[in-house]
């Protein structure tokens, strides 16, 4: 009989998160597959688990999945886990566990830490509906892009983001979102320095600034979705596909392609892109 591959989320700065039956399963499979064997190293020691570890990424090489399913199918039982948090969470282990699934090994799940919902949970912004983005582009054109599909988003909004982005990606949500679209960023979230900061756009912006402190670390923004009077779909349509034009191209120019690309009038585009341009 194969053996069962235990999707398992660890902490993502406070050891104490781990769960019970998580350490329990850590020190009762045969193998662990990790993101980076020496960071997860650190937490097998501390609790005392001596299962041995062996690399997995879904772009590494062909020899560490191979060795996982070879290790299934004697039998044995393999635990994945991610540096911090919950696996295939903007985080290595969706090929792994498609090819397991498609191969017909049982997986299970252990719940645990995750920080996209530790964010939305201490936000105060709506929770009962929640779209998780994971990381930006790291180009601003592609951010940019990304951001004017998602102005009109309703539901709340998730994002991870790099400490050395913080700053050039909130200017980007301010000129795309407007200021005072409201917005939480949880930094450092179970570690010695958290925090939670809210407010609108603007305002967020401007404390991060004016504190260096509010740079450094682990980061989520939590924004919330767009609440104002949807436009048609045909509306909708075409000022998305000016949003993206307006990135690379003038007014004019982008105008033109988005009345050939949309079937609409060249002016009511052009008025409607000059109008898009005044509220950036």
Known sequence: MAGTLFVVATPI???????????????????????????SGRLMSHFQITTPLVAYHDHGNEAQGERIFAALDEGQDVALISDAGTPLVSDPGFRLVRSAREGAY??????????????????????DRFCF????????????KALALLVNEPRTLIFYEAPHRIIATLEDLLDIF????????????TK??????????????????????QQKGEMVLVVRGFDGE???????????????????????????????????????????????????
């Open 192 to 213: 010695t320095y958290e925090t939670v900061l809210n407010g609108n756009l603007s305002e967020l912006l401007t404390q991060i600034k004016n504190d260096i402190n």
């Open 13 to 39: 700065g406070n050891r104490d998160d781990i769960s019970a039956r998580a350490i329990a399963v850590l020190q009762s499979v045969d193998l662990i597959a990790a993101e980076d064997t020496r960071h």
């Open 106 to 127: 049982k997986v299970i799940p252990l719940p645990g830490p995750c920080a996209a919902i530790a964010a939305l949970s201490a936000a105060g912004l709506p929770s």
């Open 133 to 144: 983005e994971g990381f930006l582009p790291a180009k601003q054109s592609q951010r940019r």
């Open 230 to 280: 949807i436009a048609s779909v045909k509306e909708q349509e075409e000022e998305r596909v000016l949003k993206l034009l307006l990135v690379d191209l003038p007014v004019k120019q982008a105008a033109t392609l988005a009345a050939q690309i949309c079937g609409a009038q060249r002016n009511a585009l052009y008025k409607k892109a000059l109008d898009l341009k005044a509220s950036d």
């Open 178 to 189: 407007g200021a005072a679209r409201e917005v939480t960023l949880a930094r450092e979230l």
